[in-house]
């Protein structure tokens, strides 16, 4: 079974970046669409970008759009997430998901996701 390892959270500031990798197991890292998703104390798991599998459609939360950039690179079995003038309120954990080309359901849908990785905390605080 496929696994997703996610790496590149930590401490940031307040208008500060991060940029967020999540690394396939396996070669057949091409076949799946990708999304990021995160979860802060208290709060439901929410939609925050998703990524076709040939990289051409990307798709943005509002609360994201224009802050952060989502990008893939299939050589490398790796999704991206590029996050730029954060807020306090991005702070929660990340965690990408990979889904199937036959999976049904919005990309915003986490339950129409098959795998999963463990997350990586993000806290934007001064």
């Known amino acids: 079974q496929v696994q997703f390892v996610e790496s590149g959270g930590g401490l940031v500031q307040p208008g500060g970046s991060l940029r967020l990798s999540c690394a396939a197991s396996?070669?057949?890292?091409?076949?799946?669409?990708m999304g990021w998703f995160r979860q802060a104390p208290g709060k439901e798991r929410e939609f925050v970008s998703a990524?076709?599998?040939?990289?051409?459609?990307?798709y943005y939360a509002d609360s994201v759009k224009g802050r952060f950039t989502i990008s893939r690179d299939n050589a490398k079995n790796t999704v991206y997430l590029q996050m730029n003038s954060l807020k306090p309120e991005d702070t929660a954990v990340y965690s990408c998901?990979?889904?199937?080309?036959?999976?049904?359901?919005?990309?915003?849908?986490?339950?129409?996701?098959?795998?999963w990785g463990q997350g990586t905390q993000v806290t934007v605080s001064s």
């Open positions: 998901a990979a889904r199937f080309p036959s999976s049904s359901g919005s990309y915003r849908y986490p339950p129409s996701y098959d795998y």
């Open positions: 396996e070669r057949t890292f091409s076949r799946y669409a």
């Open positions: 990524i076709n599998r040939d990289g051409v459609y990307t």
